[in-house]
C-alpha cells in the first residue's frame, strides 16, 4: 500500500490523576524525545500526545509545560490520526482493532526489559500490566539492549515483528530542569573524599542497589581514605525486609556509618548537592537515562553496561572485584581526566541525539515500512 503523502503520528502518554513530575520514571521522557524526532521527519505532517490515563492535561500541573507536542484524547486520536505508537499508556484492544480497521498504524514501542517485568508480575502475583493484550499492532519497535531477553517474546507473543530502534536522549529536558531549580549541573572536580550515589529503582531484578552497595563496600575495605559517605536512593519499601536490612548491615559502609538509605530524588538534584558519583548495575538493561545524564555532566559513573563506548568506568556483569577496581580508577584519575571524559560522553550523547539526521532518518524508514 502506498504511504500517504504526510502522516499525522500519535505516542500514547499515560495521565493519571492529580499532578504528575516528568522525573517520576523514564517513560515520560521516552515519550518527549520520540515526538521531538517525528517532528523532524519528512513524511509526517504533525504529531500528537495521545492521553490514555484517566488525568486530564489541564490537572497535570507542570509535567506537560515540556511536552513538544499538543495533547489529545483517544476519541479524537481515532478519528484524527494515521499511526498511533503506544509508548506510556496502553491501548484497548478493542480501541485497536477499531483503528487498524478504519486504516490506522499501531506501533507497539517497549523501552523496558519486559520479558523479566512480566514473568515477576505472573510469578509473584504483582499487579497485571496488561502487555499481551491482544491490541493487533503492525509492528513492535524495541531497544537493542533487549533484543537478547525480549525479542523473540515481543514477536511471538504479540504476533508482531519487531525492530530494534535507536535509544533516544538528550539533554533539554534535564538542562531546562536544572535552569528552573537554579542549580549548575555539572562535575565540580578537587574534592579528595567522595560521596556516592546508587539510584536503581529496586522495582525489578534488572536494576538494584545489591551490587552497587558490595561494590562500593569492596572498595571502601580496601582503601577507607577516599569514600565519605554513600547514599542508596529508592530503598526506603526495603526497610521492613529481613533480608535487605541483614545484607545492608554486613557492610562496612553501614557498619560504620557511612551510609544511609533514602526515597526518591530526582537525579538532577542528587548529582547537583548531594553526591559526587554514581554507582550503578543492571541486568539486561544496558540502555538507561540515568547514564546519559551522569555523563553529560561529567560525573564519574561506574556500570556495567556494553552501550557506552567507552565512557565511564566499566565492570563485568556481576563482578564486584573489577567494580571495586573501576570505581577506585575513577578516585584516582577523574578528576585529571575530565577534559577527556567529557569529548568522549559528548560523541556518545551525539548518536543518541532525538534531532539528529541519522536517528531521524532511521525512525522515518520504520515509519514508510508500516505501509510497504
Known amino acids: 500500500m502506498k504511504t500517504p503523502k504526510k502522516l499525522k503520528v500519535g505516542v500514547t502518554l499515560y495521565l493519571r490523576?492529580?499532578?504528575?513530575?516528568?522525573?517520576?520514571?523514564?517513560?515520560?521522557?521516552?515519550c518527549f524525545f520520540l515526538v521531538m524526532l517525528l517532528q523532524r521527519?519528512?513524511?509526517?505532517?504533525?504529531v500528537y500526545l495521545v492521553n490514555g490515563g484517566e488525568g486530564k492535561p489541564e490537572e497535570a500541573g507542570d509535567f506537560l509545560a515540556m511536552a513538544p507536542a499538543p495533547v489529545i484524547d483517544l476519541a479524537t486520536a481515532q478519528e484524527r490520526l494515521d499511526v498511533v505508537i503506544e509508548l506510556s499508556a496502553q491501548l484497548n484492544p478493542d480501541w485497536g482493532r477499531a483503528f487498524r480497521a478504519r486504516g490506522g498504524r499501531i506501533v507497539g514501542m517497549h523501552v523496558a526489559n519486559d520479558y523479566v517485568i512480566d514473568i515477576e508480575r505472573m510469578i509473584f502475583n504483582r499487579p497485571q500490566g496488561m502487555l499481551i493484550s491482544g491490541t493487533p499492532y503492525h509492528t513492535v519497535w524495541t531497544l537493542p539492549a533487549f533484543e537478547r531477553t525480549c525479542?523473540?517474546?515481543?514477536?511471538?507473543?504479540?504476533r508482531a515483528p519487531v525492530q530494534a530502534m535507536p535509544?533516544?536522549?538528550?539533554?533539554?529536558l534535564l538542562q531546562r530542569t536544572a535552569d528552573q531549580a537554579q542549580v549548575a549541573f555539572g562535575y565540580t572536580p578537587g574534592r579528595s573524599r567522595w560521596r556516592l550515589a546508587v539510584l536503581e529503582p529496586n522495582i525489578c531484578s534488572v536494576k538494584t542497589c545489591h551490587i552497587p552497595l558490595l561494590v562500593a563496600d569492596l572498595a571502601h575495605r580496601q582503601d577507607a581514605s577516599r569514600i565519605e559517605l554513600l547514599r542508596a536512593y529508592n530503598t526506603l519499601h526495603m526497610k521492613d525486609s529481613p533480608d535487605f536490612v541483614n545484607f545492608a548491615r554486613s557492610l562496612d559502609l553501614v557498619r560504620q556509618g557511612n551510609a544511609t538509605f533514602e526515597g526518591r530524588w530526582p537525579?538532577?538534584?542528587?548529582?547537583?548537592?548531594?553526591a559526587d558519583?554514581?554507582?550503578?548495575?543492571?541486568?539486561?538493561?544496558?540502555?538507561?537515562?540515568?547514564?546519559?545524564?551522569?555523563?553529560?555532566?561529567g560525573y564519574p559513573l561506574i556500570h556495567n553496561s556494553d552501550y557506552?563506548?567507552?565512557?565511564?568506568?566499566?565492570?563485568?556483569?556481576f563482578d564486584c572485584e573489577q567494580g571495586a577496581l573501576a570505581l577506585r580508577e575513577a578516585l584516582a584519575t577523574h578528576d585529571a581526566r575530565l577534559p577527556d571524559v567529557r569529548r568522549d560522553a559528548q560523541a556518545l550523547l551525539a548518536k543518541l541525539d532525538p534531532l539528529s539526521e541519522a536517528n531521524v532518518r532511521t525512525y522515518t524508514a520504520a515509519l514508510e515500512q508500516l505501509y510497504a
Open 267 to 274: 537525579l538532577w538534584e542528587v548529582l547537583t548537592r548531594q
Open 17 to 30: 490523576a492529580g499532578q504528575q513530575s516528568l522525573w517520576e520514571n523514564g517513560i515520560f521522557q521516552n
Open 277 to 297: 558519583a554514581i554507582v550503578s548495575h543492571h541486568w539486561e538493561n544496558g540502555q538507561n537515562y540515568l547514564y546519559y545524564e551522569a555523563l553529560y555532566g
Open 167 to 172: 535509544h533516544l536522549w538528550g539533554p533539554q
Open 308 to 317: 557506552l563506548d567507552g565512557c565511564g568506568y566499566r565492570y563485568d556483569d
Open 41 to 46: 521527519s519528512p513524511l509526517v505532517h504533525s
Open 151 to 158: 525479542k523473540s517474546y515481543y514477536q511471538h507473543a504479540m
